[in-house]
């Protein structure tokens, strides 16, 4: 699977969008972007997931740019409860394959009162 | 419907002891993975049961072991304990092996097993 680099801390105030930036310069034709958070003492929670459109759920946008080397995941209005550690993987996407997640240092997203 | 649950929640040890820790996936899921999270090196991938098999293994000592039931339920074992296996143990559910997606994944809270 491809590598991935987030910056280590970020902060954004409440109410105001959060974009998390991800670098995957060398990420394969069929890979994934997929953006899971953890908050603090619990286990890690899917947030999206992408290929090469942008993606939108009701928790967050996904844009990843043309060439797909790098995306942002993109929180609309943070709130407290935001406050995570975020983590882009790249993964291939295919049924049967025994391929774990493969997780990196991730962001600190601190949303500010 | 419920999520994943592990028991216990948390858990002291002795150097030398072992430990054996309990994963019940989400009811469907045939998956269980593995992972140990420290400070020092983050989300570690230990292994994955599908079908009462392993299916894949990162790379930990022989201490770190772990079966799957009939049921779906997983337990992880570690035997002969150190210091350094204190660590978040969490595992995740999921409904085949791989799934395919990588959004396929539910984890559970963990357990944190401290050794002293």
């Known amino acids: 699977d491809a590598k991935t680099t987030q910056p280590p801390s970020m902060d954004c105030a409440e109410g105001r969008a959060a974009n998390l930036p991800c670098n995957h310069s060398t990420i394969s034709g069929n890979e994934y972007v997929y953006w899971y958070r953890q908050i603090h003492s619990q286990g890690p929670q899917y947030i999206i997931h992408g290929l090469k459109n942008n993606e939108t759920n009701e928790m967050a946008s996904l844009i990843i740019t043309e060439d797909r080397k790098s995306s942002t995941l993109i929180l609309p209005h943070a709130t407290l409860r935001d406050t995570a550690v975020y983590y882009c993987?790249?993964?291939?996407?295919?049924?049967?394959?025994?391929?774990?997640?493969?997780f990196g240092s991730g962001t600190q997203l601190t949303v500010l009162p | 419907k419920a999520g994943v649950t592990q028991t216990p929640r948390y858990l002291i040890k002795t150097r030398g002891q072992q430990v054996t820790l309990s994963c019940s996936p989400i009811?469907?899921?045939?998956?269980v993975s593995w992972y140990q999270q420290t400070p020092g090196q983050g989300l570690q991938f230990l292994f994955e049961y599908f079908s009462e098999t392993q299916r894949n293994k990162g790379n930990f000592p022989g201490r770190f072991s772990g079966r799957q039931f009939s049921n779906s339920r997983s337990e992880m074992n570690v035997s002969t304990l150190e210091l350094g296996d204190s660590a978040l143990y969490l595992c995740a559910s999921s409904f085949g092996v791989g799934t395919g997606h990588g959004y396929g994944y539910t984890f559970g809270s963990g357990t944190r097993l401290t050794v002293v």
């Open positions: 993987i790249v993964r291939v996407a295919g049924t049967g394959s025994a391929r774990q997640l493969t």
């Open positions: 009811s469907g899921h045939r998956s």
